[in-house]
C-alpha cells in the first residue's frame, strides 16, 4: 500500500521473494491523498521492481485515495508511464465505482497483467461499511450478483490472465474443494461467453 510515509527500500525482501517464487504481477493499494506524492513513489516503487521482473499494478478501490479507473490511469501517467507499471481491474471496484466500459477500453494494453473476477450484489448508493463489507467477506460468483461482469469481460483484452477473488463468509461450510471448483466453473462461464 502506498501511504504517506512509503519507504521502497522496505520492500526489498518482498521484492526478492517474489522473484523467486517467480512472480510476475505485484497489486498496489493507495492510501496517499496527496497524488504527486503518490505517483512520484508508485514510479520509484516500479522502478525498485524492475530487475526483478515485476510489475506493480494499481488497484482502484472506491473507500481509497484512487476511487476509479480514471485515477488510476492519471497516476500512472504522474508517475511517467513506467515500463513495468500497469493497472488493475477487480471487477467488484469496477461495479462499485465511477468506471465505466469505455474506461475499460480505454486503457492501454501494456497497462494490464490481469483482472480479478467476481460479483456483488447491487446496492443503490452503497455506503462506505457496504464497499468493505463486499470486498472483504461477501463477494458473490460471477453472474449472481448486480455487476455487467460480461459486459467488463467482452471488454478486456483477449488472453488476459484471470484472478478468482471471492472472499465469502456466507459459504464458509463448504470446503476448499467445493468452494475452488463453483468459483472456477462460475469464472470458465465468462471468460468463454465472451464475444
Not at 4 to 11: H, I, M, V
Not at 12 to 28: D, H, N, P, S, Y
Not at 55 to 74: I, S
Not at 153 to 159: A, C, K, V
Request: aromatic share 8%.
Amino acid at each position: 500500500r502506498i501511504n504517506a510515509g512509503f519507504q521502497p527500500d522496505a520492500y526489498q525482501a518482498f521484492l526478492e521473494t517474489g522473484a523467486r517464487l517467480g512472480g510476475k504481477a505485484i497489486l498496489v493499494g493507495v492510501d496517499d491523498e496527496d497524488e504527486q506524492r503518490r505517483a512520484d513513489n508508485y514510479a520509484r516503487f516500479c522502478e525498485a521492481a524492475l530487475p526483478y521482473g515485476l510489475r506493480p499494478n494499481v488497484e482502484f478501490m472506491p473507500w481509497t485515495a484512487v476511487k476509479n479507473l480514471n485515477d488510476a490511469y492519471r497516476m500512472v501517467q504522474q508517475a511517467g508511464e513506467p515500463e513495468n507499471g500497469g493497472i488493475l481491474i477487480d471487477a467488484l471496484h469496477f461495479g462499485r465505482s465511477a468506471t465505466t466500459l469505455e474506461d475499460v477500453r480505454a486503457l492501454p494494453r501494456q497497462w494490464m497483467q490481469y483482472a480479478q473476477i467476481c460479483d456483488a450484489p447491487a446496492i443503490e448508493n452503497p455506503t462506505l461499511e457496504d464497499y468493505i463489507h463486499a470486498g472483504r467477506v461477501e463477494r458473490l460468483l460471477p453472474g449472481e450478483g448486480g455487476i455487467d461482469v460480461q459486459g467488463l469481460w467482452n471488454s478486456l483484452p483477449e488472453g488476459l490472465p484471470v484472478s478468482v477473488e471471492l472472499p465469502t463468509q456466507s459459504r464458509a461450510h463448504l470446503s476448499p474443494v467445493e468452494w475452488a471448483a463453483m468459483t472456477l466453473d462460475a469464472a470458465k462461464r465468462v471468460v468463454a461467453a465472451r464475444h
